[in-house]
């Protein structure tokens, strides 16, 4: 039994089979995660260090020194980068691609451990495994016009996040803004002089009534009591009883030196919705999960509970990642949709046979469905990647049916006196081979994929390997199914269709007349290939580079700072103005503001933070516009405050792998007055290049500072000490949070210090009255001197040296360009002091390390191609004449991104290295009719009508390949753009596909074989 008889009588369980899978493949659908991008392990470690207000030079030196130097002895750290500002570091610890970073974040955090006792007393750390999970996925708003800033606060800590938390999927929700309660008691001091009393003495005494604790147990009456004494307050009335101090003289209550009242606890942020303060309440995914399902039962839960919010609160969303994620979901799926349904049309043109039609485009929701199957059989996700995979693998996998059933077509329709089934499934053995052989060709691009790493690794694996499983798939499908179907399927009328029609036998003549032409004098070819080459080189000195492509998100960051020292309220003054701007755009949605902390939850300075803007859906201008005009009306509008605006996952991205900026020009040296004075002439400069935006000298000096210093000695001579001296002015100033009562689900600070009218300026705090241990009072300016000073600058350090990074976006030009721009800034003499060097990070460092992996992975795809070829066929000519033609179809790729106003970024270098396999794989169809007819006729005449008998399946899947991908190449739908460059660079390489495979190829292959007739062996 040979496999043809094997495949006949297995046919019914072959195609159960296949039914099997695409069912199996639409139930896996439903339970596959949907997410915006792959789940990725970034390979960074974020350490944040907390050692109390310690000066940023001393800092460095005791604490972000000695952890450097720890971290850098851990197995696999490629990079160690530090920022050490007043009393707090972070030190970014950069690993290997592909790392365990469960493992390397464990080392870390044991390396730290281990030095931790040589450290600052006190000294905090924090450690933080970077992946897309640390941000936000859906973000509400809570604003009232009835309700206190306190209520909001409560409600959304104790009530929604409770509800939440029980979502499937749900990591953690970070409540910002609002105000946390506390009960304050403003002491009197001239009431705590008259009484002999100190703020000490206050905070001690209510520390000591507040207090519930077990104190044994006994046994009475066959039962075990556990006795507590719980003298715990329960309210202000009795705060202000307690007593302070008894004796003989009677007994002095709170009530007596203090005021007891509600309040809130000090904090220098601000936080508003729409211009209106707010709750803000971030909701973070578990890695893994899915994010659209969350989203689902977090909108489904908060409806449910709509109707228990308090009178006059308003529940807002701000941000909702899933819709994002849909919205790119739908225009993949759409692009799939219309680019199969065009491609059906192009089948049906040609074969004018709805039954042959059918067969063939049956093959494309089949192997789909299958690659389902695998993804989640690979733990995948739905992503920007993986479905855009699919949509860009739709042209290819059809074309695998649209070969095989073409030449079951020509054979059943070219052949008599046979049953049609026997032709059939002969034809399909027949083919087999040519089939494997192209299939192969563009399945091995994907091989050399597997080693890229970094960024372009980490995203495009995902979409490779889907493509490479839906192509795997697809040769089966096509080598099994096909055959069998058409063998059930086709009946005699089918087979005895007549073949071609006029116009096809017009083409066949005029094909015949021009090849006899160019095979008699090949110089002619060169009238195609030179001014393709010559065009070619034009637009790949045109064309300029990017980095990921850009995608309208639909929303943007836009990071503000004002001057350091700024404060909160001089802040929020000028951010008005901001929020004016972005009202007043009519293209604006909602948006949200952060003063002095983060979307992602850091805190800052009081003069920084960030807006989230949310534009309108529907028809708008493009994203970069909407954010150049804010920003032009910003840096107009609002000369005191600099800003810097960007996409929210391009933000993401930038973070995660610790570049934020295209735009970094890292500036070492061990002088940090050189340093700042290079970095402001390097803004400078780089501002006089075109489309450089948002640039910062890189120099970020901490808020003024008043420093106190206490006279050892003066302070010895009041009977003080510096620390006895501290510990005052810290609750003097800061107040002593000295208990907590409980009050409903929460604990409330009880905070002691002086009223606010006699620490609110700075002359107020020489004149603070200390009382020394004998009794006696004395004013602080008695025993330190009190000095404003400025704040200090950040250090930044990159593998143990000092360096300085200049920073900056790009808006309306490549980043190739304007980088090449800047490197011409940077060559001009005495820019940087004798000592000082630069290296340029970045976006651009990834992109460069990006372009040298998938050069290698373009060379190492040219070399597998060219393998295969000689294993097909063991002849050096026929391999170098097939090879010669993806390489010609390359200057096209350029052409068409020129043509298309698209960066060749590394979307478009994936499109690129797929054309390698594309052409070889219809190059491979024209010499397996070749090999077939040389055996037959003459060398030439075998040429030509190899030609001819393939021009009709080339033509085929060449316009159906283009016609699937079409949709992408417009960018259809919110998401489409991460593959338009990938689909404009396959298209510009298919357009070019038929005369080059149909002409150029043979005429080739007819002067490296001499002119001689050549057998098939």
């Known amino acids: 039994m040979n496999f043809t008889q094997w495949m006949q009588g297995h046919r019914r369980s072959i195609l159960f089979l296949l039914v099997l899978l695409a069912v199996a493949g639409v139930l896996a659908a439903f339970k596959l995660p949907v997410t915006l991008f792959p789940n990725v392990d970034f390979p960074r470690v974020l350490v944040s260090l907390d050692a109390g207000d310690r000066p940023a030079d001393l800092m460095m030196l005791v604490v972000t020194q000695p952890v450097e130097e720890a971290v850098r002895r851990v197995p696999g750290v490629r990079g160690v980068r530090s920022t050490t500002s007043r009393g707090t570091a972070e030190v970014s610890v950069s690993f290997d691609w592909g790392i365990d970073m469960g493992l390397a974040t464990s080392q870390v955090n044991q390396a730290i451990t281990r030095i931790l006792p040589n450290l600052p007393p006190g000294t905090q750390l924090a450690t933080k495994r970077m992946d897309p999970t640390i941000f936000p996925i859906l973000a509400y708003s809570l604003t009232s016009t009835t309700q206190s800033q306190t209520a909001l606060y409560d409600l959304a800590r104790y009530q929604l996040r409770p509800l939440l938390s029980s979502v499937n999927g749900v990591a953690r929700i970070q409540v910002m803004g609002g105000a946390q309660e506390e009960y304050q008691v403003t002491v ?69 030196v203090a005021q007891v009242s509600d309040g809130v606890v000090p904090q220098w942020i601000k936080v508003n919705a729409d211009g209106r303060p707010a709750v803000l309440f971030n909701i973070y995914q578990q890695p893994g999960s899915n994010s659209v399902q969350i989203a689902r039962d977090v909108h489904a839960k908060l409806a449910a509970y709509q109707s228990q919010l308090p009178p006059g609160v308003k529940l807002a969303n701000w941000y909702d990642q899933s819709v994002l994620v849909l919205d790119s979901a739908a225009s993949v799926r759409d692009a799939i949709m219309i680019g199969t349904g065009l491609a059906v049309l192009v089948l049906f043109a040609f074969l004018r ?34 479905l855009g995979g699919m949509a860009a693998a739709v042209g290819l996998i059809i074309d695998d049916a649209i070969v095989m059933i073409e030449h079951i077509v020509r054979r059943l329709r070219g052949a008599t006196g046979e049953r049609h089934h026997g032709r059939v499934m002969a034809a399909a053995m027949e083919f087999m081979r040519p089939l494997a052989g192209s299939s192969a060709s ?36 096509t080598w099994l199914a096909v055959p069998l179907l058409a063998d059930h399927f086709l009946t005699e009328k089918d087979a005895n269709q007549k073949e071609g029609g006029r116009l096809t036998e017009w083409m066949h003549r005029r094909y015949a007349a021009l090849m006899q ?83 992602g939850g850091g805190i800052t300075e009081a003069n920084q933070g960030d807006f989230f803007v949310r534009l309108k859906a529907g028809k708008r201008p493009p994203i970069d516009t ?69 640039t910062r000298d890189g120099i970020n000096p901490a808020g003024d500072a008043l420093e106190i210093r206490v006279d050892r000695v003066k302070a010895a001579l009041e009977g ?77 350090r990159e593998n143990l040296k000092r360096m300085v990074a200049v920073t900056g976006r790009i808006s309306g030009r490549s980043m190739g360009s304007v980088i090449a721009d800047i490197q011409k800034a940077m060559a001009t003499p005495k820019l940087l002091p004798k000592g000082m060097y630069f290296e340029l990070g970045g976006l651009y460092k990834q992109q460069q390390i990006a372009f040298k992996g998938l050069m290698a992975v373009f060379v190492a795809a040219i070399g597998l191609v060219f393998l295969l070829l000689l294993f097909l066929y063991e002849s050096f000519r026929m391999a170098l004449a097939i090879l010669a033609i993806p390489l010609l179809a390359v200057s096209a790729v350029f052409i068409g991104l020129w043509v298309a106003g698209i960066e060749l970024n590394i979307s478009a270098m994936m499109g690129m290295t797929m054309i390698i396999g594309i052409v070889t794989e219809v190059a491979i169809f024209y010499f397996s009719e070749y090999r077939d007819l040389i055996r037959e006729m003459p060398f030439p005449q075998a040429l030509i009508e190899a030609g001819k008998n393939r021009m009709r399946p080339i033509a085929m899947t060449t316009f159906a390949a283009i016609l699937t991908l079409l949709p992408l190449a417009f960018a259809i739908g919110q998401g489409s753009a991460m593959q338009q460059p990938l689909a404009v660079a396959i298209i510009a390489g298919l357009a070019v596909q038929l005369p080059l495979v149909l002409l150029v190829m043979p005429v080739l292959y007819w002067l490296l074989a001499g002119k001689a007739d050549v057998s098939a062996g």
């Open 188 to 256: 009197d001091p001239a009431q705590l002089l008259a009484y002999g009393l100190t703020l000490t003495d206050v905070a001690q005494a209510l520390s000591a009534a507040n207090v519930v604790t077990a104190v044994g147990r006994l046994e009475d009456h066959y039962k075990l009591y556990l006795a507590i004494a719980d003298a715990r307050l329960k309210n202000v009335r009795q705060i202000g009883n307690t007593v302070i101090r008894s004796g003989t003289s009677g007994i002095v209550r709170l009530d007596d």
């Open 353 to 386: 046979n709805i039954k042959i039609t059918l067969i063939a485009a049956i093959v494309v929701p089949t192997v789909l469905a299958a690659t389902v199957v695998l993804l989640y059989a690979l733990g995948m996700s739905f992503n920007i990647m993986t």
């Open 442 to 477: 563009t399945i091995i691009i994907f091989l050399p994929l597997a080693f890229l790493t970094g960024v372009t690794g980490a995203f495009f694996k995902a979409l490779s390997l889907t493509m490479a499983s839906g192509l795997i798939i697809s040769f089966f499908v």
């Open 517 to 599: 032409r160019v095979l008699a004098r090949p110089v002619l070819i060169l009238l195609l290939v030179v001014p393709l080459l010559g065009v070619g080189f034009v637009a790949f000195n045109k064309v300029g580079s990017g980095f990921m492509p850009a995608m309208d998100e639909g929303g943007f960051i836009l990071d503000y700072r004002a001057a350091p020292g700024t404060s909160l309220t001089e802040t929020d003054r000028l951010l008005q103005q901001v929020e004016a701007i972005i009202k007043a755009n009519p293209y604006v949605d909602t948006y949200s503001r952060r003063t002095g902390t983060q979307l």
């Open 626 to 694: 909407v954010m150049g005009d804010i920003r032009s009306q910003v840096e107009h509008n609002v000369p005191g405050l600099k800003i810097e605006m960007a996409q929210l996952m391009e933000d993401v991205i930038g973070d995660l792998t610790s570049v934020p900026q295209p735009i970094e020009i890292k500036l070492f040296s061990d002088n940090p007055d050189e340093l700042q004075s290079a970095a402001t002439k390097v803004v400078a400069a780089i501002n006089q290049v075109p489309g450089v935006v948002d």
């Open 720 to 796: 003080m000490n510096p620390d006895s001296i501290t510990q005052t002015l810290s609750g003097y100033l800061s107040g002593v949070v000295t208990t907590q009562m409980q009050k409903g689900p929460k604990l409330v600070g009880v905070r002691v210090w002086i009223p606010q009218d006699q620490r609110a300026i700075t002359p107020d705090v020489g004149k603070l009255l200390i009382r020394a241990p004998d009794g006696h009072v004395f004013p602080l300016r008695r025993v330190a001197q009190i000095v404003p000073i400025s704040g200090q600058p950040q250090i930044r």
